[in-house]
C-alpha cells in the first residue's frame, strides 16, 4: 500500500473479532462497539497508511475491546477473560509488526513465541487504552457522556432491557458499582486484573 493513501479500518472489518470480543455470555454490546468505532472513525481515530498504522490501529480496537469488557468486570465484580492473540490474528495484526512494537521495550521478556506474541499484544492493549479513552471522550463529547453511553450499552436491539440494564445516570449521586466505574473511566481505564 503507498504510504500516502490514507485509509480506515473499518467496521466491517472489525465485526468478525468484535463479534466475539463484546460478547460477555450474558450482555451482547456489538451495538456499542459499532457506535463507538463509528465515532472513533469520525475523529480519524481509525485512519492508517502504512502496514504500522493500520496494526497500531488494530491494536486500538482490541483496546477498546478491553476496556468494554474490564467495564463490565468492574460492574459486575467478576473478570471476562480475553484471548488477544485469537483476535489479533483475525485483524491480521502480524507477528512482525507487533515484534516492530515492541522491539524498543527492554523490559518486555521474549520467550516462547506463541507466549510473547499474546503477552506482547497484551502490553500494546494496556498501552493503547489512554489514546483510546482520549479521542471515545472527543467523539462522545467527554467522560460523562462516554460513562453513560456504556452503562446503557447493554440493552438489546429491540428496545427490550436484558437485566442488567442501567436507567440514565444521575452522575451527582452515583454509588457502589457505577461509581467504582465512574472513578476508573476517570482514570483513563487502567485494565483490570481480578
Not at 465515532?39 to 493500520?54: C, F, I, W
Not at 513465541?113 to 482520549?134: M, S
Given at each position: 500500500?503507498?504510504?500516502?493513501?490514507?485509509?480506515?479500518?473499518?467496521w466491517?472489518?472489525?465485526?468478525?473479532?468484535?463479534?466475539?470480543?463484546?460478547?460477555?455470555?450474558?450482555?451482547?454490546?456489538?451495538?456499542?462497539?459499532?457506535l463507538?468505532?463509528?465515532?472513533?472513525?469520525?475523529?480519524?481515530?481509525?485512519?492508517?497508511?502504512?502496514?504500522?498504522?493500520?496494526?497500531?490501529?488494530?491494536?486500538?480496537?482490541?483496546?477498546?475491546?478491553?476496556?468494554?469488557?474490564?467495564?463490565?468486570?468492574?460492574?459486575?465484580?467478576?473478570?471476562?477473560?480475553?484471548?488477544?492473540s485469537?483476535?489479533?490474528?483475525?485483524?491480521?495484526?502480524?507477528?512482525?509488526?507487533?515484534?516492530?512494537?515492541?522491539?524498543?521495550?527492554?523490559?518486555?521478556?521474549?520467550?516462547?513465541?506463541?507466549?510473547?506474541?499474546?503477552?506482547?499484544?497484551?502490553?500494546?492493549t494496556?498501552?493503547?487504552?489512554?489514546?483510546?479513552?482520549?479521542?471515545?471522550?472527543?467523539?462522545?463529547?467527554?467522560?460523562?457522556?462516554?460513562?453513560?453511553?456504556?452503562?446503557?450499552?447493554?440493552?438489546?436491539?429491540?428496545?427490550?432491557?436484558?437485566?442488567?440494564?442501567?436507567?440514565?445516570?444521575?452522575?451527582?449521586?452515583?454509588?457502589?458499582?457505577?461509581?467504582?466505574a465512574?472513578?476508573?473511566?476517570?482514570?483513563?481505564?487502567?485494565?483490570?486484573?481480578?
Amino acid at each position: 500500500m503507498p504510504d500516502n493513501i490514507l485509509q480506515k479500518l473499518t467496521w466491517n472489518e472489525v465485526l468478525p473479532v468484535a463479534l466475539d470480543a463484546f460478547d460477555l455470555g450474558n450482555v451482547s454490546g456489538l451495538a456499542w462497539a459499532k457506535l463507538a468505532w463509528e465515532n472513533l472513525s469520525r475523529v480519524e481515530a481509525t485512519v492508517y497508511n502504512t502496514g504500522m498504522d493500520r496494526t497500531q490501529r488494530g491494536i486500538h480496537f482490541l483496546a477498546l475491546a478491553d476496556i468494554y469488557r474490564d467495564f463490565y468486570s468492574i460492574v459486575w465484580e467478576e473478570c471476562n477473560d480475553s484471548d488477544y492473540s485469537e483476535w489479533a490474528e483475525a485483524l491480521e495484526i502480524s507477528q512482525f509488526r507487533v515484534g516492530q512494537l515492541v522491539g524498543l521495550n527492554p523490559d518486555f521478556d521474549d520467550g516462547d513465541d506463541g507466549i510473547a506474541y499474546n503477552l506482547a499484544v497484551r502490553q500494546l492493549t494496556a498501552e493503547a487504552r489512554r489514546d483510546v479513552v482520549h479521542n471515545l471522550s472527543i467523539a462522545f463529547q467527554g467522560k460523562q457522556e462516554l460513562f453513560i453511553s456504556l452503562l446503557q450499552s447493554n440493552k438489546v436491539s429491540d428496545g427490550s432491557e436484558n437485566g442488567h440494564y442501567f436507567p440514565k445516570a444521575d452522575l451527582d449521586n452515583l454509588a457502589g458499582v457505577k461509581l467504582a466505574a465512574f472513578e476508573w473511566l476517570e482514570q483513563e481505564c487502567p485494565p483490570c486484573f481480578y
